[in-house]
C-alpha cells in the first residue's frame, strides 16, 4: 500500500498567530442586522466561488462544512452550532493546508470516518491529496503529490482539469474505493468523460490506496459540445480528430443515482448557462451510456431550476444531517479579472442550498434558500472598501462600504456604497443595514467607489470623497444636517487628481498642522501624499502630488499593487508613533514604521496576514480600548474584523534576547541568505523560518564555533516576501526579519 509523506499540517496556537500579526486576530461577535435580522456570519468576508464539502472541524462527532473559495484561494470552515447553524471558525484555518489552485473536495478515501482533502496540484496538473490523521486535534498528512493515473500501453498523465472545470470524485463501482470522473482529452478524442479507477480494492484489499488507472475514455458515449443542452452524443471514435472550438469553456460534474436504478448518473454546469443538466445513465456504472432524451435541462425541474450563472456547480452533502444528501448550488466560473472587466460570474447570493425530500438513491431536490451562507454575511459584491465615520452625529462611529460593482447574468452593476449605522453603544459597536445605495453613486456608471468620509469644509457635517478605477476623486458635498446625510456631487474630478488607476484615499494630518491631508494608494501599489495648502474650512491640494511613491512604497511586483493606506498612531502601546497599514493586491497588510520623516523611506516591520486578497483596511478604536479595532474589506465583496488580543511590540522586538546579535545579508535576498551571530555559545542552535502567518516552514541545526555562529538558509522555493527566522538556543531567542525578493 502507498506510504504517506511526512509533512503535517498542524493547528496554529493563538500566541503563534499573534506574534507575527502584531497581536491581532480574527473578532466576530460585533452584530450586525440586516431587516431586524441579526445575521450569524456577518464578518466572514463574503462569497463569490464558494466550493462546500462536509468535515468534522471540532472532532465533536458532527459533520461542519468545509468552504473553498475559489476567489482568493480561502480556507473557511463552518461549525455546526446547536441550533445547527453554521458559525465561521477562523481558529481553524491554519489547521488546512493551504490550497492554491482551482478546486478542493474533501472525501473519505480511506473509509475511516474522517474527511480527506482533494486539492487541483500545481497549474491544476495533478491532484493533491491530504490524508486526515486528527486525533485530538484536526490535522492532515501528505498523501499524494500530484497524483497521476495509468493508462493502457501509454505513459501516465496528471489529472487535469481546465480552469474552470470541476472533476467528480465518487465511488462510481461500489467497490469502497473512491474513482474519479474528469472531463479530458485522450490521443484525438474531443472533450469526453474519462472514467479513472482506483484500483485500491483490487491491488490491496483495501481503499487506502490511490491507485488509478484509466479504464473508460468515453463514459457515457456523450460528449461536451456546444448546444443548446452543452452535450452531444457521441460515437467514442478515438481515431477522429475534433475541433477544440466545439466545446464549452468549462464543465462541473457531480455524481448521484438521480432515479433509483442501481446506476450513477451525473449533474453537470457548463459555462454558457447558468441552469443545471442531468445525465442520466441507462447502461452500466463503469460502461456507461447516457440518453440525452432523458435529460433534465432545467435541473431540478421538480422545484425551482437552479439558476446561478454562470458556470454551477453541484457540491452533494447532508446538511441538515438527516442521512441524505442535500445540494448546494454555486457558481464555478471564478473571476479572473477585474470585475469591471468581462466576466459573467454573479457574487451575491451565490450559494443556493436545495434540501433532499427523497433518498440517497431517489432524490427529491427541493428549493430552501438563496444565499445559505452568503446572505448571512456583508457581502457588497466584487470588493469591499470599509470606512468608519460618524455619520449620523450620535458620537459613535458608522459603517459605509464602497465596492467594484456587482455581476449579473450578461453584464455587470455599477459601483455602489452601502451605509451601515451603529445602534450599538460607546466600546459596544453593533451595525444596522441603513442605505444600500448611498448618494445613488450607481448611476453614475463608477466601475470602484471607494469612500473616504470627513468634515471636508469644516461646517458640521461629515463630506464624502470617492475614489474611482481611473485614478479620479470626486466630491459630494453633505447639504444635509449633522444627523442626517444628503451628499449632493459637487466637484466631479476633484482638484483634478489623477494617481492612473485605482484611487483609494483617506484623509491625515501628516504634518501636524491641525489640516487634514490626502493620501491616496492606487492600483499599482503606490502611495501619493497631498497637502491641504488650503484651510480647515476651504481646503486645496495641488493637481500634482507633494510626494510621488510616498516612503519609497511600490509593491507591484512582489505584493500584487491595489494599495490602500490605513495611518494610526494606536498600534504600539506608546500612542505617539505613526504607522502605516497598507492593504495589497495579494491580501497581506504591511505594517510600516514608526514613520519620523514622512519624507524619507518607510521601512517594512511587520505584517498582518488574513485569508484575503485584495485587502482594504480601516481602523478605529471601537471598543474603548486605547487601541485600534481593524475592519478589513476583501476581494469577495466582505469584511474581516480583528481586534488586538496581544500587546506585543511591532516587528517582534520583544523577542530578541540581551545576549548576542543577529544578522542577516544579503537582506532583502533573491532566496539564499546569510545568518550570522556573534558572541554566540559553542553549542547546537535551532534556526527555524517562519512566513508571516505564522506557520513554521523548517528548521535546521547549527554550530557556533570560536564564538561566531555562522550559515545559510534558503528561501528559493518560497514566494517573494516578508519572513521571519528566529536562533533557538535553551530558553533564549534571536529573531530577525528577512524580504526575499
Known sequence: MKSYFTVLFLPLALNTFGQFNAGYDYYDETPVIHDLDTLINPWAGGLNNPQFSSIDVDLDGTMDVF?????????????????????????????????????????????????????????NYGIDVYRNISDTILKFEQAADDLMYKRESASALFFYAPINDLPAIYDFDGDGDLDILIQGQVDLTPYVLLYVKNLSQELYGTSDSLAYKLVNKCWGKVREYISETGWTPYACDTGAAYERGKRHGGTTLAAMD?????????????????????????????????????????????????????????????????????MMVSPN???????????????????????????????????????????????????????????????????MIGNEGYNVYGGTA??????????????????????????GISSLGFHTAHPCLADIDDDGDVDLLVGDEEGNLHYF?????????????????YENIDVGLGAHPTFFDLNIDGLQDLVIGDYYGRIHYYE?????????????????????????????????????????????????????????????????????????????????????????????????????????????????VNNITIGLAE???????????????????????????????????????????????????????????????????????????????????????
Open 532 to 644: 491641504n495648502i488650503g484651510t480647515s474650512t476651504d481646503p486645496s491640494y495641488s493637481q500634482n502630488a507633494t510626494i510621488e511613491e510616498m516612503g519609497g512604497i511600490l509593491n507591484f511586483n512582489t505584493y500584487g499593487g491595489a494599495s490602500v493606506p490605513y495611518f494610526t498612531y494606536n498600534l504600539d502601546s506608546l500612542g505617539t508613533n505613526l504607522y502605516l497599514m497598507q492593504g495589497t493586491g495579494k491580501g497581506q497588510i504591511l505594517i510600516y514604521g514608526p514613520i519620523t520623516n514622512i519624507f524619507g523611506n518607510f521601512e517594512a516591520v511587520d505584517s498582518i496576514v488574513v485569508e484575503a486578497t485584495y485587502t482594504s483596511i480601516v481602523g478605529a478604536d471601537l471598543f474603548g480600548d486605547q487601541r485600534d479595532e481593524l475592519i478589513i474589506g476583501q476581494r469577495t465583496g466582505g469584511l474581516y474584523m480583528l481586534n488586538k
Open 67 to 123: 468552504i473553498f473559495e475559489r476567489d482568493g484561494k480561502r480556507r473557511l470552515p463552518f461549525i455546526r452550532n446547536e441550533n445547527g447553524e453554521f458559525e465561521f471558525e477562523p481558529s481553524a484555518i491554519g489547521n488546512f493546508p493551504k490550497m492554491n489552485w482551482n478546486y478542493t473536495l474533501l472525501r473519505d478515501y480511506d473509509e475511516d470516518g474522517k474527511s480527506d482533502i482533494f486539492t487541483a496540484g500545481y497549474n
Open 258 to 326: 438521480l432515479n433509483n436504478d442501481g446506476l450513477n448518473d451525473l449533474i453537470t454546469g457548463d459555462s454558457y448557462r447558468g441552469n443545471l443538466i442531468s445525465l442520466i445513465n441507462i447502461e452500466d456504472n463503469e460502461d456507461a451510456v447516457v440518453n440525452l432524451a432523458l435529460s433534465d435541462t432545467a435541473f431540478p425541474s421538480n422545484s425551482v431550476p437552479a439558476e446561478v450563472p454562470t458556470l454551477p456547480a453541484v457540491y452533494l452533502e447532508d446538511m441538515d444531517l438527516d442521512g441524505v444528501k442535500d
Open 655 to 741: 523577542h530578541s534576547s540581551t545576549k548576542g546579535k543577529l544578522e542577516a545579508f544579503p537582506n532583502p535576498s533573491d532566496g539564499t541568505f546569510t545568518i550570522k551571530r556573534i558572541d554566540a555559545e559553542n553549542q547546537l542552535y535551532t534556526l527555524n523560518a517562519y512566513d508571516v502567518g505564522g506557520r513554521k516552514l523548517f528548521s535546521e541545526s547549527a554550530n557556533a564555533s570560536n564564538g561566531i555562529l555562522e550559515t545559510q538558509i534558503n528561501l528559493s522555493a518560497y514566494p517573494d516576501g516578508l519572513y521571519f527566522v528566529s536562533l533557538e538556543h535553551q530558553h533564549h531567542s534571536d529573531w530577525i526579519r528577512l524580504i526575499k525578493k
Open 414 to 439: 455599477s459601483a455602489s456604497i452601502t451605509a451601515y449605522v451603529n445602534v450599538g453603544s460607546e466600546g459596544n459597536p453593533s451595525f444596522e443595514l441603513y442605505e444600500k445605495d448611498v448618494a
Open 333 to 399: 466560473q471564478l473571476n479572473s479579472q477585474a470585475s469591471f472587466s468581462i466576466d459573467t460570474s454573479i457574487n451575491m447570493e451565490v450559494d443556493w442550498y436545495f434540501r433532499n425530500a427523497g433518498t440517497n438513491s431517489n432524490p427529491t431536490f427541493e428549493l430552501e434558500e438563496k444565499g445559505f451562507f452568503s446572505s448571512e454575511m456583508i457581502d457588497v459584491g466584487s470588493r469591499a472598501f470599509p470606512s468608519l465615520v460618524d455619520f449620523n452625529g450620535d458620537g459613535l462611529l458608522d459603517l
Open 477 to 493: 458635498k453633505n447639504t444635509g444636517v449633522a444627523s442626517i446625510y444628503n451628499f449632493q456631487l459637487n466637484q466631479p474630478m
